[in-house]
């Protein structure tokens, strides 16, 4: 379990495990775009603001990476916290 921090809704609440980013995030109010939800169409793509990432996608290139891309619907965090700007 990692905490989430949705920057942008002033949100911050719990992922369990097996509850995917998209999932809390949905629970809690915010309406956030999903498509496959199994991270390979890239409709659910946000930016993150701080923490450390476990990217589990299959759309995002290594660049995209680099820039803080990251697709909620299936990564997580290596980090107690990851913040990110939904
Ligand atoms: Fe398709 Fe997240 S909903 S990549």
Do not use: W, Y
């Amino acid at each position: 379990e990692f905490e989430v921090e949705f920057a942008r809704s002033g949100v911050t609440a719990a992922v369990p495990a097996g509850t995917s980013i998209l999932d809390v995030a949905t629970d809690n109010g915010l309406f956030v775009l999903r498509s496959c939800s199994e991270g390979v169409c890239g409709t659910c793509e946000t930016v993150i603001l701080d923490g450390e990432p476990e990217h589990r996608d299959s759309v995002l290139t290594e660049e995209d990476r680099e820039q803080g891309c990251f697709m909620p619907c299936v990564s997580r965090a290596t980090s107690a916290r990851l913040v990110l700007d939904l």
